[in-house]
């Protein structure tokens, strides 16, 4: 699985800066909710959709479970006009907030990670919590030509499988990720600093992410977690699904130990 980046979801709010091919209606994009028990957003690659998470999905029982495809990607119409980090964000807290009464656990890979933190930043309301999956906060943190090339065929596939757009709008997502990926993100340590919800960086020790941006981001996070998964890629989630499933359920508990001989967590003074 190859996961480079996406794009967004409608919100009347947007209205003035997308422009719509088709009817508000036929943009709704596709979501769907499944289980029960605490909240859990899982907001997919780019140039995937939903599906690319279902590995994991199945070893997280016990969450109700919501899941969208962005538009462009996977069972959603495109928009016509750029794609934005913020924009998905905002679109993605219109389809969400209907359906939730409190904060929701977002898990994000990839592209769907530099969502989940979009969201975090400017909707922090809607979050209690936040995976921050194979990802960069800025596009700077990519190691060198991972962005480069052609997404595989099977993407192609995977797309002409479930698109309402049909095959053949293939290429204008591909031109439209690869845009979007020489602009953004070009999120900061200031913004990390904002962030007021526990996050969990995570990724495979063979990813495509610079760990030295990684410890920034780290270091910046008020209160973070880093797990680097061992003899892994990019492709974590499908390589080692129960591992992560195992590291989220670990993140999320509710008491959590800080060590034996705690640094950075220590209580100041002690």
């Known amino acids: 699985m190859r996961a480079r980046r996406m794009a967004p979801i409608m919100t009347s709010a947007l209205y003035s800066s997308w422009r ?5 209606t036929e943009l709704t994009p596709w979501f769907e909710e499944r289980g029960s028990g605490p909240t859990l957003l899982a907001l997919h690659p780019g140039n995937t959709d939903s599906r690319s998470l279902e590995p994991l999905l199945a070893e997280l029982g016990g969450y109700r479970r919501i899941l969208v495809d962005r538009p462009g990607h996977g069972r959603s119409r495109d928009v016509q006009g750029e794609w934005r980090f913020d924009d998905m964000a905002d679109c993605i807290a219109d389809v969400i907030a209907p359906s939730v009464t409190e904060p929701v656990h977002i898990f994000g890979w990839s592209d769907g990670a530099v969502v989940g933190l979009a969201l975090t930043l400017r909707h922090p309301h809607l979050v209690r919590s936040l995976v921050f999956g194979g990802a960069a906060f800025h596009r700077d943190g990519w190691l060198t030509g991972v962005l480069d090339g052609e997404p595989p065929a099977f993407l192609a596939d995977a797309y002409a499988e479930v698109s309402p757009d049909g095959g053949e709008h293939w290429p204008v997502v591909v031109r439209k990720a690869h845009e979007l990926h020489q602009r953004e993100p070009t999120y900061t340590v200031e913004h990390l600093h904002e962030l007021r919800v526990p996050t969990l960086i995570l990724v495979g020790d063979d990813d495509e992410v610079r760990f030295d941006h990684l410890l920034a981001m780290f270091n910046a996070v008020p209160d973070a977690e880093l797990a680097v998964v061992p003899r892994a890629t990019h492709g974590l989630i499908v390589e080692k699904p129960e591992l992560v ?7 999320h508990a509710e008491e959590k130990s800080d060590g034996l001989a705690p640094i950075r967590r220590a209580e100041p003074g002690s």
């Open 245 to 251: 499933a195992r590291l989220i359920r670990e993140f």
């Open 20 to 24: 719509y091919p088709v009817s508000v």
